[in-house]
T-cell receptor, first 112, second 112 residues
């Protein structure tokens, strides 16, 4: 099955630094979601995007729906140790089976 | 509070045995999903159901079976035909096929 490409695959950053990650697809999507998964737990929804060009924030997190509708971006400002985890993007075409397709994940580690 | 509950959290299976993973939601969601996650990897769709008494195969359905007799429940059976069942299993639900998924906290299955 198809999976979206996320980059980077993993990253180590210092506490206080800003983080950027992205998700790309060869297909156009109508909806983009960003999730965070803590170790041993299920993913939790962070941000949902429904319109090309949309920029949405949730605390220190900001996500954007790319204008080509084939990509999305997530930024975390002033990272803290509890930001550690795996970040997944998910996209849906809004047609066909309507299933969300998930990215391969970005594993974030924050060094105090 | 509404949510989605997976049980048990940890499950051990002997080779050749069938085991059933429970997934219950009280969110009044129509759609439910089962994903498999292997270490360091993304989410792969096993089965999904968009309405009671109907379900569809995902990308890796071989060796798995499901039922959807009630809106609230979507159990997954890992059969002896699944050759490599050790993984983290995630159940999710959504109000309809367009909306974001809510995930359970997962079941870690280990074959001993």
């Amino acid at each position: 099955g198809q999976q979206l490409n996320q980059s980077p695959q993993s990253m180590f950053i210092q506490e206080g630094e800003d983080v950027s990650m992205n998700c790309t697809s060869s297909s156009i999507f109508n909806t983009w979601l960003w999730y965070k998964q803590d170790p041993g737990e299920g993913p939790v929804l962070l941000i949902a995007l429904y319109k090309a060009g949309e920029l949405t924030s949730n605390g220190r997190l900001t996500a954007q729906f790319g204008i080509t509708r084939k990509d999305s971006f997530l930024n975390i400002s002033a990272s803290i140790p509890s930001d550690v985890g795996i970040y997944f993007c998910a996209g849906q075409r809004g047609s066909g089976t309507y299933k969300y397709i998930f990215g391969t994940g970005t594993r974030l580690k924050v060094l105090a | 509070d509404g949510g989605i509950t997976q049980s048990p959290k940890y499950l051990f299976r002997k080779e050749g045995q069938n085991v059933t993973l429970s997934c219950e939601q009280n969110l009044n969601h129509d759609a439910m999903y089962w994903y498999r996650q292997d270490p360091g990897q993304g989410l792969r769709l096993i089965y999904y159901s968009q309405i009671v008494n109907d379900f569809q195969k995902g990308d890796i359905a071989e060796g798995y079976s499901v039922s959807r007799e009630k809106k609230e429940s979507f159990p997954l059976t890992v059969t002896s035909a699944q050759k490599n069942p050790t993984a983290f299993y995630l159940c999710a639900s959504s109000i309809d096929r367009l909306e974001a998924y809510t995930f359970g906290s997962g079941t870690r299955l280990t074959v001993v």
